[in-house]
């Protein structure tokens, strides 16, 4: 080997050193450097090329991904934003009281438009238990509703009463938001049940008012009325026996019979408007007299049965019931189009269950409960009483109407259902 050909040899050896270099300086992270390429044009310097050229494919591809992947970000970023601020939007809106509670009572957030409506402060409850925050019987309450709440995805519903600067109603839903949390939506109902509450006493003052005039009425009816064409009937018998023609005689006969028609008439007029059974026969004996009577004077067959019935039952109570089925059977008369309908009354625990049913061409309640007073007449009557109704019914498939009332009367007693005599 000659000296010039070391030479060159040393020469490629540097070069080769200086190119592994530069390999390890861009694998190390350095991308943006390239490697030196010579004139000489041989492998290494081609090999140099194709590196080189990748490299600037991989660097375009990496800023393009970055632009890509901050566009991406950016985006994400705005969307929270817009989120944010519509949630705000939606939650200053909301008149509610938010809490986020842990499942062991722990208070770990919340939301209230004005902190004067909490019952305490935020720094007071915030990372507090409901048992440390609330009075003793609230908490329970609270309590149990969310463990209720922990177990299902359905909501919970509780209603209490906190001292506030008066006592104030709440009506709590209770709904799960994960493994060990609920959401609590507090709404202050005061107001809506004081409004609940006058609706009910003036829908009980007027049936009490009903009531009163319905037995005016039928005593006019009875001690006037009734009594008149009793002497009247009289009369015209007297003088039918008097007559010897016997034309005029007849029709003095059907003139007696006509009368005396209407007598019976008023006289069942009267006791409709206000009966005495409830109260002399009581609430089975009545109810009985009732559906046997329907049964003759109508084209209806009225089945009634009963269970033992716990007594003594409240006036208003019978007195609630007895116009219930009353109304019922009326409407089965003219509505239904059903031959046969079905009158079952029994007791279970403190409260009375009457059910009245027919097989008739049935009704859409939710068409019929804005345009039958019946009806309504009904549901005010059950709710005074603090009782229950349901009506079943469907076009084509009959009716069943459901009744549950306390035994005793929860009406206040300066204005009872049942006037006096």
Known sequence: MTANAANDVSFDRARVEAFLKMLETMAAGQVDVRLPISRRADALDAIAHGINVLVGELAWAGARA????????????????????????????????????????????????????????????????????????????????????????????????????????????????GADRVISIVRDVTDAKRAYELNRDVARRLISRQEVERQRIARELHDD????????????????????????????????????????????????????????????????SLCRDTSNQANLQVAFTHGPISSPVDANVSLCLYRIVQEALHNVVRHSHANKAFVNVTSDGGHIALQIADYGVGF??????????????????????????????????????????????????????????
């Open 66 to 177: 970055k632009e890509a992947q901050e566009e991406k970000a950016a985006e994400l970023e705005a969307a929270v934003a817009r989120a944010e601020a519509r949630n705000g939007a939606m939650l200053r809106a909301i008149p509610d009281l938010m809490f986020v509670v842990l499942r062991d009572g722990t208070y770990v957030d919340y939301h209230a438009r004005d902190s004067k409506l909490l019952f305490s402060p935020p720094e007071t409850f915030i990372g507090r238990k409901v048992r440390d925050i609330l009075p003793a019987a609230n908490a329970e309450v609270l309590m149990d509703a969310i463990e209720r709440a922990s177990q299902t995805d359905e909501t919970i519903v509780v209603e209490y009463e906190l001292p506030m600067d008066e006592p104030r109603s709440y009506e709590a839903r209770i709904v799960r938001a």
């Open 364 to 421: 859409d309640p939710a068409v019929a409960q804005h345009g039958s007073l019946g009806l309504v007449s009904m549901r005010e009557r059950v709710a005074i009483l603090n009782g229950r109704l349901v009506i079943d019914a469907v076009p084509g498939g009959g009716t069943r109407i459901s009744v549950w009332v306390p035994i005793s009367s929860q009406t206040p007693n300066e204005a009872p259902i049942v006037a006096s005599t």
């Open 225 to 288: 009325v009734s009594q008149r064409l009793a002497l009247m009937t009289v009369e015209i018998d007297e003088v039918a026996a008097q007559v010897e023609a016997e034309p005029l005689r007849g029709h003095l006969h059907r003139l007696y019979e006509r009368a005396s028609e209407i007598a019976s008439d008023v006289h069942h007029i009267s006791y409709e408007l206000h009966p005495s059974r409830p109260r002399t026969l009581g609430l089975v004996a009545a109810l009985q």
